[in-house]
């Protein structure tokens, strides 16, 4: 049970840095969801918003920074 305590102590730490980046820099990150790709239709009762173009730039580098992790830890 130790070592889940651990993982779940460095899921909150990275949870915690993560959103102090998006607090500090979020005015920096207006073009996170406005990438080509993103769908987005808004109609007058209606609005529908897929990220499809962020989620898989986003996907792409935490895979690299987990790849990085597991390669030098």
């Keep these: 049970m ?6 779940i102590v460095i899921i909150g730490i990275a949870v915690v840095v993560i959103g ?3 607090w500090l820099a979020g005015d ?3 073009w996170f969801g406005n ?3 993103d769908i987005r239709v ?3 009762n ?10 898989i730039l986003l996907s792409i580098v935490l895979s690299l920074l987990l ?3 597991r390669r030098f830890f």
């Excluded at 609005?47 to 989620?55: A, E, R, Y």
């Design 20 to 22: 102090l980046i998006v």
């Design 2 to 7: 130790q070592p889940l305590g651990k993982y």
């Design 35 to 37: 990438l080509p790709g």
């Design 28 to 30: 920096k990150l207006g």
């Design 46 to 55: 209606f609005k529908f918003f897929m990220p499809i173009t962020s989620m």
């Design 67 to 69: 790849w990085l992790f």
């Design 42 to 44: 808004e109609r007058e």
